[in-house]
């Protein structure tokens, strides 16, 4: 059965815990809270041993002979283990994919099995998924829509005793502009602010910080994503917290390498998708990177992750310039063609 991350929390507690349980999505924090749920109700149900798999190290795959021993031995502490494997990918490769569909197809009494990934699509399904499904539940955190936020902040903001008038709902959606994290972190602390009265726009506005993103990721995302506006925006939010430009840089440096790694293999006319693998370009951000290598080609990749050195030695006083003002340049450039003038 497939169910909701908010639906789960209710089917757990109705029902004992089931063979296998698969999570994944590309909303971390749904993913993160059907998780937490589904551990807390283990451990409410007696399943107190808990074991985690994934890949560690220069690894790509968990140590799936360890699965397999540990899913066929016998509890050594408790009745009732949990064991949660780990996909960040959201793909197991045959030989996980076979492993799990074995053990729900007969799995131990003892033994809940919660595949977590980290990303998902309905071309990551398969006679793997299938099993879990028919063992237990898929739990699939899709990621809210902008038009869906309203709805799923009022929800949140109901569950935690807020109420809110429509607008105040609209404004605190447009201050973390889709940032769930940051809309949960905002209704948690509205919860202990508010005086039990009804929100309008005014009295949120005066209780709510401005979180609308200003991180680098999302900084970068707007470069790719071609949003000039918005580099603007956050840059000057993120100089307004307080931000260091050579904190920002690493994050920048890597994902323009990406681009630029991503960009080469399309001018060589290389196998793209398996560029987006070795490169570790989850399916969800894939349509993002194709986006940004239309507006440019392979050498202006290779200059933009010069400019980001040359950023950097401005930052560290060994080059003359406004750092701030180089590296807004820098990803004013990157998400607009017009705008490589300015790099100059």
Known sequence: MEL????????LASEPLRPAYLIAGPEPLRVLEAADALRQQARAQGYAEREVFEAEGNQREPDWDALH???????????RRLIELRLPTGKPGKQGAELVSDFCAD??????????????????????SEAIGRAGHIVVAWAVKPHELPDWIERRLRARGVRAEREAVQS???RVEGNLLAAAQ????????NDGQTLDAARMEALVADAARYDVFRLVDAA?????????RMLAGLRGEGEAVPALLGMVVMELQR???????????GNLAAEFKAQRVWDSKQALYKRALQRHAAPRWERF?????????????????????SLERLLLAVAEPRAVALLA
């Open 4 to 11: 909701t991350p908010e639906r789960l929390a209710a089917q």
């Open 69 to 79: 021993a540990t899913l066929s031995a016998p509890s050594l502490f408790s009745a």
């Open 107 to 128: 799995p131990a009494p003892d033994v809940a099995l919660a595949v977590i990934a980290g990303d998902w699509s309905r071309a990551h399904a398969g006679k793997w």
């Open 172 to 174: 605190l959606c447009d």
């Open 186 to 193: 905002e209704i948690d602390k509205l919860a202990l602010l």
């Open 224 to 232: 790719l994503g071609g949003q000039p506006a918005h580099v603007s």
């Open 259 to 269: 681009a630029a790694a991503l960009a080469r293999a399309q001018a060589r006319g």
């Open 305 to 325: 992750v010069v400019a980001a050195g040359h950023v950097d030695r401005i930052a560290k006083g060994r080059a003359a310039g406004d750092a701030w003002q």
